[in-house]
């Protein structure tokens, strides 16, 4: 699919509201709701346990795994889901690792998500024996690198500003100094074209609940290169990653190829929802994604910066380097955002002074680009924000 004027009608999208905030949480397929009515009712109410074998319960994984691959440039069998991302950072990391035993560093950029980061130093802490988390800034990681990095680890693209890490020249840089790299694609699988394949890359992970419309608590995703697997140790050693399940051996041997990522039982319900969602994907043309959603990135900013001269561009101005957000800096961007949520066009804040806002040409179009600015535009003329009840901080931002 090239023409994105027919995918908007797929989805619901609550009466009035633009939804820039596809890149967080995607919004709900019409077709979800019936297709996991279906699996609750007709395979969990009828099969009972017969429905691993009869409907599949147990192929879906690695079947949706591949259905993501495309999306992202791996090798069809060398994607798998399950878990959260978290989890799958932690994962990777910990195989990665083993294939540089004698280096000490795991390099990261201070853009990185924090719970990469998290999880990067909880298994510091567990292995015990002197590796060392090192960040630099996004734009200092190429300089960095060196002969002591066991692994780099990376976010594609920067969940606050957008900016965008050159995956094929980095990866390459890495591997000749021996470096093994995990990408992280939280905010590139369905937001751009990926090429895990033709970039060498070693390890990627990402989740399914932002731009592949998965729904919350979606299960995550773990690629690991053909040219890997077989020597690759699974360090969360469950027995659905083992050679035979149902042998119920006491001892672990890892699966074949990609299976040996799987950890324990895989969320039927959640996939459910994201096998609706990849209904959509599967016939969308990632190039001429790209080029849309980069048109309606283009036209936000202009028109932004045409009618709110107090915000500030964070995302980078060359569309190379940014991937499918744009993000405004305001020292009162809480409320900004708060006061903009209120009048139904949804994005999100990032702190300390980020609004950030997603776009997704399945369901955004130029008319709503549009809209969005000007009912901002009044916000920030007005100055409409500036009411206690947009300055209380929720929960979840
Ligand atoms: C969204 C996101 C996460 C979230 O991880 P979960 O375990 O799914 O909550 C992790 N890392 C990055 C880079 C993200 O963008």
């Known amino acids: 699919m090239t023409d994105f004027s027919q995918t908007k009608a797929l989805f619901h999208l609550p009466e009035g509201m633009i939804y820039l905030d596809g890149n967080s949480l995607g919004p709900l397929p019409k077709a979800t709701a019936q297709r996991v009515a279906q699996t609750v009712t007709d395979e969990w109410g009828e099969m009972l346990i017969t429905g691993w ?226 209904d959509i994907w599967d016939s969308v043309d990632m190039d001429a994604l790209r080029a849309t959603s980069l048109a309606l990135s283009d036209q936000f900013i202009a028109e932004v910066e045409a009618a709110c001269p107090d915000l500030h561009l964070a995302t980078p101005r060359d569309p190379q380097v940014r991937g499918s957000q744009v993000s405004f800096r305001h020292p009162e961007g809480y409320a900004i955002m708060q006061a903009l949520i209120a009048q139904g066009v949804v994005g999100d804040f990032r702190a300390p002074d980020i609004m950030r806002f997603g776009f997704t040409p399945l369901f955004i179009d130029a008319s709503d680009v549009s809209r969005a600015v000007g009912i901002l535009g009044d916000i920030m003329r007005d100055g409409t924000w500036d009411q206690a009840q947009f300055k209380t901080r929720a929960a979840v931002t």
């Open 53 to 278: 074998n009869k409907a599949g319960w147990m192929g879906q994984p690695t079947a949706l795994g591949d259905r993501i691959g495309r999306l992202i440039g791996a090798e069809a069998g060398h994607v798998t889901l399950g878990d959260t991302l978290s989890i799958k950072v932690y994962q990777a990391l910990a195989s990665a690792i083993e294939m540089n035993p004698d280096r000490k560093v795991i390099l990261s950029d201070t853009g990185n998500f924090p719970s990469d980061l998290y999880m990067a130093e909880g298994l510091v802490g567990s292995l015990g024996r002197g590796l060392e988390l090192q960040t630099v800034a996004p734009e200092d990681v190429m300089g960095t690198l060196s002969k002591d990095i066991a692994v780099l680890m990376l976010t594609q693209v920067d969940y606050r500003t957008g900016r965008m890490h050159d995956m094929a020249a980095l990866t390459k840089a890495a591997h000749d100094l021996g470096i093994v790299t995990v990408w992280d694609l939280a905010h590139s699988a369905g937001a751009l074209p990926v090429d895990l394949s033709g970039c060498n890359a070693d390890f990627a992970v990402g989740c399914t609940y932002k731009y592949l419309n998965g729904g919350p608590g979606a299960p995550a995703f773990i690629y690991v290169a053909p040219r890997h697997i077989a020597s690759t140790r699974p360090a969360l050693s469950g027995w659905l990653g083992h050679a035979s399940p149902f042998a119920f051996d006491l001892d672990y041997r890892a699966g074949t190829g990609i299976e040996r990522m799987r950890v324990g039982t895989p969320p039927v319900l959640q996939m459910a929802a994201l096998d609706a969602s990849m």
